[in-house]
């Protein structure tokens, strides 16, 4: 067994499996040591706390369930690595893969595009820094457990659509608040290596399921424990009386579908309400496919309307519970890697994110990202954010008020870091007085969230100052000074006012950034900045990256102040983008710079890469 080099996502290592050799003694050496724990866990004691009596532990694995060709694929081993020496045009970011456990930390990888010259393999460190010969710190991972995380991710087996250096990025650090990747997957293999026997699962392949196809045909359907009707629910005259029997059915599903298996039981025995309506055999056929993510098997290969019409499907739910639950000696060998799957699954969905957002929102999502569409109010808001870390508050204007329900909702659901909406200029003393409502209803948030965190030390919050979104706002207001469309720009005083800027990139970022440095940005605002530039660079730089000549024109900020803080005071639509666009450009004021120079920022914390203004201005002209 590898003992410093583990998944980074299963927690199991690349080598050192011991399988017992076939015997009737071990078989029944096995039995009683297996037993003699499982009684104690019935009790509600710890496996620890067993004597051994003489006995020697188990510590290899049975035969009669794990055999080498189980175990093959767990000596595959693959890397998210990150090269900042890259060549241009060639992603910093990469995948390797298949190699080996090479010992000390290293895993060995077969020569590929990412070859050193001379050699026939990269050796690579994990977890640390390395060294020029083994470069260093790599993700280690297999490839099954990959899949699984892309699919958890994406909802599908396609990883070409995942941000691989952000992923690189928030495995590294594993999150808000937890120990370092090594030590929590050393801390799973450690266990996993005490108690071999009760971890035997962990080492069953979680893709390729031996048996499972055959249970889905036959066993499901045939099984009578499966077709059981359901008890007929007499009411005795009793009027259900609760929140949930006011809503309509649809919205009723919806709400049980966000519900772990547990919660629901809970709420059925809670709320009779909820009781009669998960009464529905249809109910549950979907419940399995809502909260059984990980068995596609089961909606895809076998559809559920292919199974028998007298199929009891919350019997079937209840039944796929508990016998895909990871336990103490599992022995099911139709079952056992769909209950390994379902434990790396569960791991994955750390690192996923779930978009919440109004119910009569017309947003669309990428696919495979889990969305709550609910209204904002505080119960709905709770139980949408319970089991997040974190939370990333990006409503639009017409949600700003909303913001300090939603910190309320964040701190009673237990959330660890909530990051503001901003993404603008913070708190700017600059800004022209026609913002100071607008700032006002912002700035509420931000009061209560400081609030919030001087009363549970348990609940953070970060804002981000981003200034302006550069690559974003010049491609789409030209009156910021630059057409992209026509190749034409107006140029307000002399051009040489300098303002920050942050591409969108670096905006997310900064996100990654937070997360990966939460004592260093507890409670605060931080200063993000891709740029600090001005218009006449700018210039230069669309005119050298489209290759022609632009069309100029001149224009004063003064003239753009005076019509904007007319159109305040008349209440005419447009003063908004005239003062937005005086305030950035309003020369000698620096009312738009959010740090004097990127050291007085904090983008080299929050790992935003500095941008010239060619790079803005290609992100700028891109399509």
Not at 322 to 328: E, G
Not at 380 to 393: E, F, P, Y
Not at 447 to 476: Q, V
Request: with cysteine; glycine share 8%.
């Amino acid at each position: 067994m590898a003992y410093d080099c583990y998944c980074a996502i299963c927690g199991v290592g690349f080598c050192g499996m011991l399988i017992e050799t076939p015997s009737e003694t071990a078989s029944e050496r096995r039995r009683r040591w297996i037993e003699k724990r499982s009684q104690a866990l019935r009790a509600g004691q710890s496996i620890d706390q067993v004597p051994h009596e003489g006995e020697e532990p188990v510590r290899t694995y049975d035969p009669k369930i794990v055999g080498w060709e189980n175990v093959a694929w767990l000596y595959k081993a693959y890397c998210l690595g990150f090269n900042p020496q890259a060549a241009k045009g060639k992603g910093k970011t990469f995948v390797s893969g298949p190699g080996y456990y090479a010992d000390a930390g290293e895993i060995a990888i077969k020569s590929g595009t990412d070859a050193v010259p001379g050699q026939d393999r990269n050796v690579y460190t994990c977890y640390g820094s390395g060294t020029d010969d083994t470069p260093g710190p790599v993700i280690p991972f297999h490839g099954c457990c990959f899949e699984i995380l892309t699919r958890v991710l994406t909802g599908s087996t396609d990883s070409s659509t995942i941000d691989m250096k952000v992923l690189y990025n928030v495995m590294t650090e594993a999150g808000i608040g937890s120990a370092s990747l090594a030590q929590r997957q050393a801390a799973t293999a450690n266990s996993h290596h005490s108690h071999t026997d009760q971890l035997q699962y962990c080492t069953t392949h979680p893709i390729e399921t031996s048996g499972l196809e055959n249970f889905l045909k036959t066993d499901m359907t045939t099984d009578s424990k499966f077709k059981k009707p359901f008890a007929q629910f007499d009411l005795k005259g009793r009027s259900p009386a609760s929140p949930f029997g006011k809503l309509p059915l649809e919205l009723v599903y919806q709400i049980c579908s966000y519900l772990p298996g547990d919660s629901l039981k809970a709420l059925t025995q809670a709320s009779l309400s909820i009781q009669v309506v998960t009464q529905d055999n249809w109910f549950w056929k979907r419940f399995i496919q809502w909260d059984m993510p990980w068995f596609w098997e089961f909606y895809s290969s076998q559809n559920p309307k292919d199974l028998p019409g007298d199929v009891n499907y919350k019997r079937l739910y209840m039944w796929l519970d508990k016998m895909t639950a990871a336990r103490y000696g599992m022995d099911d060998l139709a079952l056992i890697g769909v209950a390994n799957r379902r434990r790396i699954w569960g791991v994955c969905e750390e690192l996923a994110i779930t978009i919440i957002t109004r119910t009569e929102s017309k947003a669309t999502f990428p696919p495979g990202i889990s969305v709550i569409r609910t209204t904002y109010t505080l119960e709905n808001l709770t139980s949408a954010l319970a089991g997040q870390d974190a939370a990333v508050c990006v409503v639009g204007p017409g949600g700003i008020g909303a913001q300090v329900t939603m910190i309320d909702a964040a701190d009673a659901a237990g959330v660890k870091r909530f990051i503001l909406d901003d993404f603008g200029w913070g708190d700017n003393p600059k800004s022209f007085p026609e913002f100071n409502a607008i700032q006002e209803h912002r700035r509420a948030g931000w009061d209560h969230a400081k609030t919030k965190a001087e009363s549970n030390p348990n609940f953070t919050y970060t804002g981000i100052s981003t200034g302006n979104p550069i690559d974003w706002a010049l491609k789409r207001f030209p009156p910021m000074g630059f057409d992209v469309a026509r190749c034409s720009a107006i140029i307000y005083d002399s051009g040489t006012e300098r303002f920050t800027g942050t591409t969108l990139e670096g905006i997310g970022q900064s996100v990654v950034g937070v997360l990966q440095h939460p004592d260093e940005t507890a409670n605060r605002f931080v200063k993000a900045q891709s740029i600090i530039t001005c218009q006449n660079e700018l210039l230069d730089a669309f005119q050298s990256v489209s290759g022609k000549q632009w069309e100029v024109q001149r224009a004063s900020t003064r003239t753009l102040k005076e019509n904007g803080k007319r159109k305040f005071q008349e209440g005419i639509s447009g003063w908004i983008l005239d003062l937005v666009v005086a305030q950035l450009f309003d020369e000698g004021q620096s009312r738009c710079l959010l740090a004097r120079s990127r050291e007085d920022s904090d983008a080299d914390l929050l790992g935003i890469a500095e941008e010239s203004p060619e790079q803005v201005a290609a992100k700028a002209l891109a399509p």
